[in-house]
């Protein structure tokens, strides 16, 4: 894997950890322990409480992540039909 992974799961961990407790729990810990284990440690990545998640500065890896996450974890299945066509019109 490249760096970015390791950096990407460091973002996604500091991100997660200003998510509300109910949808934290959502995530298999199977799948945290993944990100956690995978963390750069060397990477300094702030996240800002007063910026929203798309105005971190999030490397895409870190939004591939999140999308994932939300995809399987937290859409309801209106969501991941919307979710499906939206990455079908952007495949064309």
Known sequence: MND??????????ICLKNVS?????????DFLNMIIENIDNDYY???????K???????EETKN??????????????EKESFKNTIINNSK
């Open 65 to 78: 992540l999140i999308g994932y996450i939300y995809y399987n974890y937290w859409a309801n299945e209106q």
């Open 21 to 29: 407790q109910e949808l934290y729990e959502l995530i298999p810990i």
């Open 4 to 13: 970015n992974f390791y950096k990407a799961c460091k973002e996604l961990y």
């Open 53 to 59: 998640i798309y105005e971190q500065g999030l490397l």
């Open 45 to 51: 990545f702030h996240y800002n409480e007063n910026k």
